[in-house]
């Protein structure tokens, strides 16, 4: 007997499951799946983008240290307590975090290294998105906020970081891990724009309303959209147009006959920056090229005075004396706002054994970026007297 004969209702459905017309079915039901779902994602990425949206322009009406804690609830009802948070240290805080739910997550586990399903997912409209709030309360006023959206990327310039990160902070000063030059140029507007995959603005209190405005012009659309978000400057166009403007004034001014003017000082100061008092000792009288054929001059130099440093400073290491009698000025210099273009080190000129410099060191060993060392003035030591002055004044 053959199997027909034997199991003839399990042969029936075989047939019918094994039919071109069956096959058809199925694969109609599949397609009719993944577009329904996939329009079910788009709405729900669409309802998410304008919680965004509404959020982030709420963002822009608090005003630091003016805002009060109860303004601050009838403005955002969403906002949840957030003491005890890793970012709010000891102070009183307020969040608003929206994630992928846990079973998405399992979903981009499973793709991490296999690119195609990935990007499969991506298009599909699969949940990968990440949304943050924080705002810190002291004396019962605003003290400072924060929001990022955070987005996964199917293109990514890091393919060990598939994210798009657009954000921005609102606090009393800049950090010091953004463009230096950048910052000196506009100090109360800072924007990271780093491997076309993180855009984030600084800024203070003091930083124009319209600058303020645009670390809050938020343009969500292509969070729905068919393509998705590419590029973080997508969500914040203004403010990468500001951050183009901003580099390109920096660039003419460090062309300029005053590459480094003094008010850079009391920035510097606010922001945090280890500064000392060097005096030139001794310098080569020729140009050294270094391992990367950047040439420079070879010079040792005396450690006068350290006006401020962080705690295990630089200045206080075993090291620092070796340092000092072997530093290296490049004839040129750049800096992330300006790269690739390179410009003339503002003191090459001015080495001559007695010469004092401040030094603003950054504590990350990153050296030759314009405006490191100026030439310590009259005009910059008032400066830096002045600032240290204020910033202690202002310290709690």
């Avoid at 949304?131 to 199917?154: A, D, K, N, P, Q």
């Avoid at 902070?169 to 891990?177: K, P």
């Avoid at 984030?200 to 405005?213: D, G, Y």
Wanted: charged residues 20%.
């Amino acid at each position: 007997m053959n199997f027909r004969e034997t199991f003839p209702v399990t042969a029936w459905f075989w047939r019918r499951a094994t039919s071109p017309r069956s096959w058809r079915n199925a694969l109609l039901g599949l397609a009719g799946f993944i577009i329904v779902t996939g329009i079910a994602f788009r709405i729900d990425d669409a309802l998410f983008a304008a919680r965004v949206t509404r959020i982030v322009h709420s963002l822009a009406d608090i005003k630091v240290d003016a805002t009060t804690e109860d303004e601050l609830v009838r403005l955002i009802p969403a906002l949840k307590n957030a003491d005890g948070a890793p970012w709010c240290g000891t102070e009183h805080c307020y969040s608003i975090t929206e994630e992928n739910p846990s079973w998405t997550e399992r979903f981009w586990a499973a793709s991490r290294f296999q690119r195609g399903l990935q990007t499969a997912f991506y298009y599909w409209g699969f949940p990968a998105r990440r949304f943050t709030v924080g705002i810190r309360i002291h004396s019962e006023r605003v003290s400072g906020l924060f929001y990022h959206v955070m987005l996964m990327s199917v293109d990514p310039p890091d393919p060990m970081s598939p994210v798009l990160l657009a954000g921005a902070t609102t606090s009393h000063n800049l950090d010091n891990y953004t463009s230096q030059v950048a910052d000196d140029q506009s100090p109360e507007y800072s924007i990271e724009f780093r491997l076309r995959q993180t855009l984030f603005v600084q800024l203070t209190p003091l930083a124009s309303r319209e600058l303020a405005r645009h670390a809050f012009e938020i343009d969500t659309a292509c969070i729905w959209s068919l393509l998705f978000c590419r590029k973080p400057e997508q969500l914040l166009p203004a403010a990468f147009r500001d951050q183009t403007q901003i580099s390109e004034a920096a660039l003419r001014r460090l062309q300029g006959a005053e590459p480094c003017p003094v008010s850079i000082v009391k920035r510097r100061v606010r922001d945090g920056f280890q500064i000392a008092l060097l005096e030139l000792v001794n310098v080569e009288p020729g140009i050294t090229p270094d391992w990367n054929h950047e040439p420079h001059r070879d010079a040792s130099v005396r450690l006068i005075q350290v006006f401020q440093k962080h705690e295990h400073s630089f200045f206080d290491r075993p090291e620092a004396d070796a340092f000092f009698d072997h530093l290296s000025f490049p004839l040129t210099q750049t800096d992330s706002s300006i790269y690739p273009a390179r410009v003339p080190n503002p003191v090459i000129n001015t080495l001559k054994p007695g010469n004092r410099y401040l030094w603003f060191y950054e504590d990350r060993g990153r050296f030759g970026t314009p405006c490191e060392m100026i030439p310590a003035t009259d005009a910059a030591m008032t400066v830096l007297a002045e600032a240290l002055r204020q910033h202690e004044t202002k310290a709690p």
